[in-house]
C-alpha cells in the first residue's frame, strides 16, 4: 500500500463499497506499526482514520465488523523468533489530546464506577517497545514482544541483555509464585545521539529515532549486537500474577506497586509518576510534563492516566481494544516556524494533483523538512496559508512533516492563493469532482506525469514486483526515450540501455530476469498494476477467483460484478467502465501478446459448488479451503448477504456472527456437517 493510498482515505468519505479497503489500510498501518516497528503516518491521522472506520462500523450495524481491525489489536506476526501465545492480551490504550478529552474520560470513569471515591495514577508514556517479562519461582523465564497482542515473539535472549530487566527478582517475598510484567524498552535519548555519531564515524547508516531502534534491537539474532544498543526498560504494569490477583499485595493500587516494583531493583515510573485526586490535578501535571518533556532523558510521547485502585480497574475491565480503565494523553508534536517560498504541485497516477509546498530547511525533531504535503485545496484554505508565509511545521509521530497553522503576525506582502488552474504536466484543465477534495487531471491518455506514475505503479512491489525496475531507474528510461509506456517495459532494447551510464552485462541481466519472471505473475498481480480505482490487495485476490481469464471480465453486467463480495455499487461501475474502456482492453491484449500472464486459476463451473460463496469464522482451514475451490466455490473473507455458507468450530453459541448470518438467511454449518454434505470433499 502507498502512503498516497493512506492519504487519500484520511481525505474521502467512508462508504459500505469502500469500506473494506479502510480496514485495509488501518490493517496495514498496524502491522507497519507494530510488526515492522514502522511509523507510516502520524498518531493523530492514524486515530482520524481509526475513528471514522469505528464510527462507520456503529452507524452500520447490519454490516460485519467483528473482525474489523477497530476490534482487534494489530493482526499479523512475522518472525523468526519463536512465536508465544500472551496469557492476557497486551492492548493497546485510547488517546486523548487535550483538557476535554480528560474531562470526558472522567466522565465516562464517574458513570461506571458509580457514587465512589477514586483517584489516578498519572505516568510518562515511554516511547519505545513494549515486552511482556514472566517471571517464574523469582526467576525471569520468558521475554516476549507485544506482536499482535494475542501472540508475540519470544525474544528471552535478548531480553537478558536489557538494562534494569532482572534476571531474578523476589517476588515470592510478596506471596507469588508467578508474576508477569508489562514494560516499555527504551533508549536513553544521549546515548542514542552518541550511537549515532559512532554510526556516522563508521560509515553506517544511522539510526532513525529511538522507539524504532528499540523495537529492532530486540529482534536482532546476536545477542553481542543487542548489548551494545544501550537498551534499558521501564515496567509500567504487572500483566498478571499467581496466585490470582485477589490474595497478595500488588492488588491494591498501581501507586503502590510502581514503588514496590522500584523497591525490587525495578525501573518503574518512582519519582516520575504522580496520584492525583480530581482530574484538574491530572490536567496540570500532563501540562507540566509536556513543558519538560523536551529536556527529559528518554522520549516520552505522553502521559497514561490510568485508575489508582487495580479492583476498580478490574470491576472496569476492557474492551478488546483498550483497558476502560486507562487513556494515553498524547503531547503535541514538536513545531518549528520556518518560511514557505512556493507550492509546487505534484500529479499521480490516477490524475490527482496534489500541492506541495516547498520551504526554507528547518530541522524538527532531529530530521531537516524541505518540502511538505500539502493535501489538497481545502487544507490550503481552510488554514489560509499562501506563498511568502511563515508556517509551522510539526513532525508529529516524530516521521511525517506537517503544516499546522501560520503565523499571522509575521505576514508580509503575500498575495491570496489560488489554486492552478491546469496540470502542471500536460497543461489539461483541472476539474474537481462533487464530494472529492482533490483537483484531478482527466488527461488519462498523453498525460506525461501521469503515464509516469502508472508504469512506477506498475512495477513496484506491491503491483507486479519488477526487480530492478524502480523508481528512478523509470524515468531515466523514459528520459532517455527507452520506454514509453507500460507494454514497452517488455519490449526493452538491452543494446540501448547498455550504452547509458553505469549499465553493464551484469545489471541488465538482472533487469532482464526480473522483467522475465514478472510476465508469470499470478493474474491478481496484474490486476493491482492496473491501477483501478479501490482495486488493492484483497479486492484485486477476491475478483481474480471469478475468472480463469482475466478478459472474461468484459462480459461482466452490473449485477455480477455487485455479486462480488466487498463490491459496492460504485465499485461495480467503476469496474464495469474499466473493461468497456477500448484504451485498456488494448493495453491488456497488448500486454497479453508480449507474453503477460493473464490467466488465473481454473475454474470448475461445474463442480457442484460452483457460484457458491463460503466463509470461515474464527479459524481456516487451508486444505478444505482447496477443496472448495477445486469443486468451484469460492472461499470469502467476510460474512454478508452474499455468503452461501458459514462454516464455523461450534453451531448454536448464539454468536453474533451466527445470528447475523441467520438473519441474511445464509446456512449455518460445523466443518463436519459440511463434509458430510458434500461429500465428495473428503
Ligand atoms: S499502560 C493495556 N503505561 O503504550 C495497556 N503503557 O499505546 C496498558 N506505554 O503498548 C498500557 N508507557 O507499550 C502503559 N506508562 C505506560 C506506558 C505504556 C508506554 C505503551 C505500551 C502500550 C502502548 C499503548
Redesign the pocket.
Known sequence: MLLVDILNFLNSEINSSNYSEFCRALEYLNHKYYIDAEQVISDYDYDVLFKKIEKFEEEHPEIDSSESPTKLVAKGARSSFETVAHSVP????S?SYNAEDLIDFDDSIKKELGDVDYEYYV????????IALLYENNNLVRAAT?GDGTKGEDITANARMVKHILQVGDFKKLGYDTVEL???VVINKSKFEKMNEAREEQGLVTFQNTRNTASGSLRIKDIAEVKNRNLEA?I??IGFVKPEMGSGDLEKSQSFNIEQLSKLGFQS?QGL?KTCKTIEEVIAFCNEWEEKRAHYEYD?DGM?V?LNSIQQQLSLG?TSH??KW?I?YKFKAIEKPTKLFNIEYQVGRTGIVTPVAKVEPVSVGGVTVRSVSLHNEDNILSKDIRIGDIVFIERAGDVIPQITRVDINERKNVVDFEYIKTCPSCASELIRRDGEAAWRCVNTTTCPAQNLEKIIYFASKDAMNINGLGKDIIKRFIEEGIIKDIPSIYQLNYEEILKLDGWKEKSIENLRQGIEASKSNEMHRLLIALGIDGVGNTMAKSLAKKVSYLLDFKEYTIDQWVAIDDVGPKMAQSLFDFFHKEENLKLLYKLESLGVNLKGAEINTTGILYGKQIVFTGFRNPELEKKIEALGGEVGNTLSKKTSILIMKEKGSGSSKEKKALDYGVEVMTVEEFEREYSSIS
Open positions: 497486551m492492548l493497546s490504550l488517546n505516568e510518562p508514556k515511554f516511547d519505545g517497545s513494549s507485544r508489562r514494560g516499555e521501564f509500567y504494569n515510573a509518576g516520552i497514561v490510568k476492557a483498550h483497558p486507562a494515553a
